[in-house]
């Protein structure tokens, strides 16, 4: 079992490992606590038995032995004790990471400058709708995805990969990517530079802009050395892929109802919704709204997603 199949699959595993610690956790409860209670009180009966007829013959009891005789009988096995110790545990993980929160750690560079690999964040799983665990059904709806959002969600090649990107599209809008600029709904946005952003992996400057996607202003990067579309990586066989029209240097897409045209910060090093494709509701897991640590920056890393 590789790592990745266990981070991929680890609601799964947390939610079998729940299902099992429970039942030998109730069985306990319910059935062999009482099975070990009516075995120590039939010992402690045969027990008194031998203790009264002693007395009668002059022999005192041993109370220290009645003792012993009933605690060893009452203790739980190891296998039992670390079970019900554990799914108290599993039980509250398995609620929160499924209902409330789940943490994420930041594998690439796909999202610099608001997110650097090494980030470990926090995402709300409640934003977007109340939604089953393991088959990600939803249940209750909330609210639905915004443009400017920081969404995490199913891969679509790959559902047991989460990748994170920022919704520029909701179901409905035109999106245009041209010469590295976004218009959505045949208006262009605002854009504003900035000081040249060093990255921090190796020395090479890159040009940021602040850009105002429906009123929420966040930093882009763009690389001059490369273009606005690698056109040779497009995957044109993804679901609705009618809906999108490409040339070298631009991207026309209409976002089919139910799904989510996604993007990276960092523009020019973003394999994204450019590439392969819209991203579905079914495939949604949460909202990316803190950045709680990152090891290498343990306190300037603190804060709210933007």
Same mark, same amino acid.
């Given at each position: 079992?590789?790592?990745?199949?266990?981070?991929?699959?680890?609601?799964?595993?947390?939610?079998?490992?729940?299902?099992?610690?429970?039942?030998?956790? #109730?069985?306990?409860?319910?059935?062999?606590?009482?099975?070990?209670?009516?075995?120590?009180?039939?010992?402690?009966?045969?027990?008194?038995?031998?203790?009264?007829?002693?007395?009668?013959?002059?022999?005192?009891?041993?109370?220290?032995?009645?003792?012993?005789?009933?605690?060893?009988?009452?203790?739980? !096995?190891?296998?039992?004790?670390?079970?019900?110790?554990?799914?108290?545990?599993?039980?509250?993980?398995?609620?929160?990471?499924?209902?409330?929160?789940?943490?994420?750690?930041?594998?690439?560079?796909?999202?610099? !400058?608001?997110?650097?690999?090494?980030?470990?964040?926090?995402?709300?799983?409640?934003?977007?709708?109340?939604?089953?665990?393991?088959?990600?059904?939803?249940?209750?709806?909330?609210?639905? *995805?915004?443009?400017?959002?920081?969404?995490?969600? +199913?891969?679509?090649?790959? @559902?047991?990969?989460?990748?994170?990107?920022?919704?520029?599209?909701?179901?409905?809008? +035109?999106?245009?990517?041209?010469?590295?600029?976004?218009?959505?709904?045949?208006?262009?946005?605002?854009?504003?530079?900035?000081?040249?952003?060093?990255?921090?992996?190796?020395?090479?400057?890159?040009?940021?802009?602040?850009?105002?996607?429906?009123?929420?202003?966040?930093?882009?990067?763009?690389?001059?050395?490369?273009?606005?579309?690698?056109? *040779?990586?497009?995957?044109?066989?993804? *679901?609705?892929?009618?809906?999108?029209?490409?040339?070298?240097?631009?991207?026309?897409?209409?976002?089919?109802?139910?799904?989510?045209? @996604?993007?990276?910060?960092?523009?020019?090093?973003?394999?994204?919704?450019?590439?392969?494709?819209?991203?579905?509701?079914?495939?949604?897991?949460?909202?990316? #709204?803190?950045?709680? @640590?990152?090891?290498?920056?343990? @306190?300037?890393?603190?804060?709210?997603?933007?």
């Amino acid at each position: 079992m590789n790592l990745q199949f266990i981070l991929g699959n680890f609601a799964l595993i947390l939610f079998v490992a729940m299902v099992l610690t429970g039942i030998i956790y #109730f069985l306990d409860i319910f059935v062999l606590a009482k099975q070990r209670r009516a075995a120590a009180d039939t010992a402690l009966a045969a027990f008194d038995a031998r203790n009264a007829k002693n007395e009668a013959e002059g022999i005192k009891s041993d109370n220290a032995s009645r003792h012993a005789i009933e605690v060893a009988l009452l203790r739980q !096995p190891t296998w039992i004790e670390y079970s019900g110790s554990f799914f108290p545990v599993i039980a509250l993980v398995f609620v929160l990471r499924s209902f409330l929160y789940e943490p994420f750690k930041i594998p690439t560079s796909s999202m610099v !400058p608001t997110l650097l690999v090494g980030d470990l964040i926090l995402v709300n799983k409640f934003t977007y709708g109340v939604r089953l665990p393991i088959i990600n059904k939803k249940i209750i709806d909330v609210n639905d *995805p915004q443009r400017g959002d920081v969404m995490v969600f +199913k891969y679509p090649k790959d @559902m047991s990969q989460d990748y994170i990107k920022r919704v520029v599209g909701i179901p409905g809008d +035109k999106i245009t990517y041209e010469n590295k600029r976004l218009t959505v709904n045949g208006k262009e946005l605002a854009y504003a530079p900035m000081e040249d952003y060093l990255d921090d992996d190796s020395p090479v400057y890159h040009k940021q802009f602040t850009e105002d996607l429906g009123g929420v202003a966040h930093r882009i990067l763009n690389d001059e050395d490369k273009a606005s579309l690698n056109l *040779p990586l497009v995957d044109q066989s993804f *679901p609705r892929h009618e809906a999108c029209s490409y040339t070298v240097e631009k991207i026309t897409c209409t976002v089919p109802e139910g799904n989510y045209f @996604m993007m990276g910060d960092n523009r020019d090093n973003s394999a994204d919704s450019r590439y392969w494709g819209f991203v579905p509701n079914k495939n949604i897991v949460g909202k990316a #709204f803190l950045v709680w @640590m990152n090891l290498d920056n343990p @306190m300037k890393r603190i804060g709210a997603i933007r």
